[in-house]
């Protein structure tokens, strides 16, 4: 457990833990995992791996050196989150640069909260003529959603609990963290 006390951005002093949920080895077995189901279905096709910045992008790293496929990558900004709250809304602030027309498109993301970057996000590459578009995340929160929406690959469902680490942050910090963690506030 790491002790945290930090400023926010806004000002305000949190004092905080950071409590392991899910170790570096629990989560770099179930990356490989991931990988080779991946591997074994998208066999002889033409795979574009996309990477919801910036979460993802531990996660999609590590995960597609153990994809043994020729494969592109890319990357999309879609966010709905402020601190630890949604805010419902959505702001895509880097888009494509591959044209995703008549490709085989794998979205990479974080964690699935209430669903929501990803409907908008699925929505919009479908709109734009995908060949196939499946999910991939590293984490489900099945308790916090609020639209239909379900990954194709799964790393691990969790409890309703915020989250840090692999690629996931607190304001901007402990994207570094080789594990996942709870941030327990004091
Ligand atoms: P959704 O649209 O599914 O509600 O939110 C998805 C995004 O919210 C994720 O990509 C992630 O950036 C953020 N998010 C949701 N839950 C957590 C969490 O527990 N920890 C962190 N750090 N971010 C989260």
Known sequence: MTCQSYVLKGGNR????????????????????????I?????GKDLLVVGLLKGSVVFMTDLIKEIDLPLEIDFMS??????????????????L??????????????????????????????????KSLKICTLLDKPSRRTVEIKGDYTGFEIPDEFVVGYGLDYDQQHRNLPYIGIVVKK
């Open 14 to 37: 949190v004092e905080y833990t950071i409590k392991t949920l899910l170790t570096r080895e629990e989560v770099e077995r179930r990356i490989k995992e991931l990988a080779k189901e």
């Open 39 to 43: 591997e074994k279905d998208y066999q």
């Open 78 to 95: 879609a966010s709905s989150y402020s601190g630890t709250e949604s805010t419902g809304i959505i702001n895509i602030s880097k888009d």
């Open 97 to 130: 640069d591959i044209d995703v027309k008549d490709r085989e498109v794998l979205i990479v993301e974080d964690i699935i909260d209430t669903g929501l970057t990803l409907s908008h996000v699925r929505k919009m590459l479908e709109e734009r003529g995908t």
